[in-house]
């Protein structure tokens, strides 16, 4: 080959390579672009700049010092209708927890109270919900509640449920520098402020966008509803509707307006179209135990005071997909189950009660591994059975479920007679 050729024929090669290669890279984004879509991340942020231009003294300053607040915040519906971070963050030089700052009185971060003043209703939903007191007073107990917040608890149907609930006798084993950054982390969603107002708002509403996309999805929700004792987001991605969001979820209306969602908006349920959405003949929420018929947290279920009411309202949101044979099916069928699980956790009282009234195990919790057995019969296999036979979750219903609980009692039985034959 002469040398004329041989350069053309290397021109030639190079050309193809790098056709190739575009290709690849045209190929390569379009992928992304559907997987991105896809995964429900938008490629873009179409919402427009509220703050663009704005001469406000907090924005030009936390521009500089924490610019990701501003642009979460001038995205945001607040930002929009002109609320400003001194509405939320400025208070009086003797309100509570009042700190100085670039010559005002400010609230790192605001409390429920401070929300209250514009989500009146939403705020008095959400304080007779369990996301509130009845949280918290899970892992702390009530003993420490001033009187106002006491009566506050008890006028919840969890807190009629459990009025003198004593401190957590996990989280008292463990101590307060694991439970801070473990149960508290979660629970502190119904913790009191130090203005005596209760709760944090932004465990579900995060700061500083207050997107109603990101408060609907599934995913804001497995921030603390996963795990052992209450595997709800697993539940749901194993279940027809969380199929049903894996595979459609962004093509949802995740901002349409509250109170107007439709089957159009929704083709299937999310945890926020069941339990506090205003959707079908249920109206919107903040109240996440308004629509249950059952205490399924306990370990041993009970009907809620208004479970009729609790049981039309979410049957309500059922039909706008369900009819009215296939919803009474479940419910008729998911009473029976949790009654069954009922009987399990009963089982596992039965086979402590000659362990405790023969005083052969000692009265301090969780000094013998029998007892860590007893708590996992209904913490975590009795709840995950329950959760998961309402949420059709079968894998969760039988093999973390009703399989654990039988295997754990046939345990339990063994430990027992060592103890009572010693």
Same mark, same amino acid.
């Given at each position: 080959?002469?040398?004329?050729?041989?350069?053309?024929?290397?021109?030639?090669?190079?050309?193809?390579?790098?056709?190739?290669?575009?290709?690849?890279?045209?190929?390569?984004?379009?992928?992304?672009?559907?997987?991105?879509?896809?995964?429900?991340?938008p490629?873009?942020?179409?919402?427009?700049?509220?703050?663009?231009?704005?001469?406000?003294?907090?924005?030009?300053?936390?521009r500089?010092?924490?610019?990701?607040?501003?642009?979460?915040?001038?995205?945001?519906?607040?930002?929009?209708?002109?609320?400003?971070?001194?509405?939320?963050?400025?208070?009086?030089?003797d309100?509570?927890?009042?700190?100085?700052?670039?010559?005002?009185?400010?609230?790192?971060?605001? /409390? +429920?109270?401070? &929300? %209250?003043? *514009? $989500?009146?209703?939403?705020?008095?939903?959400?304080? =007779?919900? @369990?996301h509130?007191?009845?949280?918290?007073?899970?892992?702390?107990?009530?003993?420490?509640?001033?009187?106002?917040?006491?009566?506050?608890?008890?006028?919840?149907?969890?807190?009629?449920?459990?009025?003198?609930?004593?401190?957590?006798a996990?989280?008292?084993?463990?101590?307060?520098?694991?439970?801070?950054?473990?149960?508290?982390?979660?629970?502190?969603?119904?913790?009191?402020?130090v203005?005596? /107002? +209760?709760?944090q &708002? %932004?465990? *579900? $509403?995060?700061?500083?966008?207050?997107?109603?996309? =990101?408060? @609907?999805?599934?995913?804001?929700?497995?921030?603390?509803?996963?795990?052992?004792?209450?595997?709800?987001?697993?539940i749901?991605?194993?279940?027809?509707?969380?199929?049903?969001y894996?595979?459609?979820?962004?093509?949802?209306?995740?901002?349409?307006?509250?109170?107007?969602?439709?089957?159009?908006?929704?083709?299937?349920?999310?945890?926020?179209?069941?339990?506090?959405?205003?959707?079908?003949?249920?109206? +919107?929420?903040?109240?996440?135990?308004?629509?249950?018929?059952?205490?399924?947290?306990?370990?041993v279920?009970?009907?809620?005071?208004?479970?009729?009411?609790?049981?039309?309202?979410?049957?309500?949101?059922?039909?706008?997909?369900?009819?009215?044979?296939?919803?009474?099916?479940?419910?008729?069928?998911?009473?029976?189950?949790?009654?069954?699980?009922?009987?399990?956790?009963?089982?596992?009282?039965?086979?402590?009660?000659?362990?405790?009234?023969?005083?052969?195990?000692?009265?301090?919790?969780?000094?013998?591994?029998?007892?860590?057995?007893?708590?996992?019969?209904?913490h975590?296999?009795?709840?995950?059975?329950?959760?998961?036979?309402?949420?059709?979750?079968?894998?969760?219903?039988?093999?973390?479920?009703?399989?654990?609980?039988?295997?754990?009692?046939?345990?339990?039985?063994?430990?027992?007679?060592?103890?009572?034959?010693?």
């Amino acid at each position: 080959m002469d040398g004329g050729s041989e350069k053309s024929a290397v021109r030639n090669a190079r050309i193809l390579i790098i056709s190739i290669v575009g290709v690849c890279l045209v190929v390569g984004f379009i992928l992304v672009i559907r997987l991105t879509a896809q995964a429900n991340i938008p490629v873009s942020d179409e919402r427009p700049d509220a703050l663009a231009g704005s001469q406000d003294a907090c924005v030009e300053c936390h521009r500089q010092s924490s610019p990701g607040i501003v642009q979460q915040y001038s995205h945001s519906s607040m930002a929009s209708a002109n609320v400003t971070c001194n509405d939320c963050h400025v208070v009086s030089a003797d309100y509570p927890g009042a700190i100085a700052h670039e010559g005002s009185y400010v609230l790192h971060s605001p /409390s +429920t109270a401070k &929300c %209250q003043s *514009c $989500h009146a209703e939403e705020t008095a939903q959400y304080l =007779q919900s @369990r996301h509130a007191l009845p949280s918290w007073v899970a892992v702390v107990g009530s003993k420490d509640l001033p009187a106002d917040l006491m009566a506050q608890y008890q006028s919840i149907p969890e807190g009629q449920f459990a009025p003198n609930k004593e401190r957590n006798a996990i989280a008292a084993l463990e101590g307060e520098d694991i439970t801070h950054f473990a149960c508290e982390t979660c629970h502190a969603i119904g913790k009191p402020a130090v203005d005596s /107002s +209760t709760g944090q &708002c %932004q465990k *579900c $509403h995060l700061r500083h966008e207050f997107s109603l996309e =990101q408060a @609907r999805k599934p995913e804001t929700c497995n921030a603390c509803h996963i795990g052992p004792d209450h595997p709800q987001w697993e539940i749901y991605q194993e279940s027809p509707h969380g199929i049903a969001y894996a595979t459609g979820g962004y093509r949802y209306n995740w901002e349409a307006e509250p109170g107007t969602l439709t089957v159009k908006d929704f083709p299937a349920a999310t945890c926020s179209v069941c339990h506090m959405s205003g959707f079908g003949g249920a109206p +919107t929420t903040h109240d996440v135990g308004d629509r249950l018929s059952w205490y399924l947290f306990a370990s041993v279920s009970q009907r809620r005071p208004d479970w009729e009411k609790n049981k039309q309202s979410m049957q309500s949101v059922c039909l706008e997909c369900h009819n009215q044979q296939f919803v009474n099916d479940l419910y008729d069928k998911a009473d029976n189950a949790t009654l069954a699980v009922n009987a399990f956790v009963d089982q596992g009282s039965q086979i402590m009660t000659p362990l405790r009234e023969g005083g052969l195990i000692s009265p301090k919790a969780f000094d013998e591994p029998i007892e860590y057995q007893e708590f996992e019969l209904w913490h975590h296999w009795g709840r995950t059975a329950k959760f998961g036979l309402w949420m059709q979750g079968p894998d969760y219903t039988q093999w973390h479920g009703a399989y654990e609980m039988v295997k754990t009692l046939t345990e339990m039985k063994a430990m027992a007679e060592d103890i009572l034959n010693q």
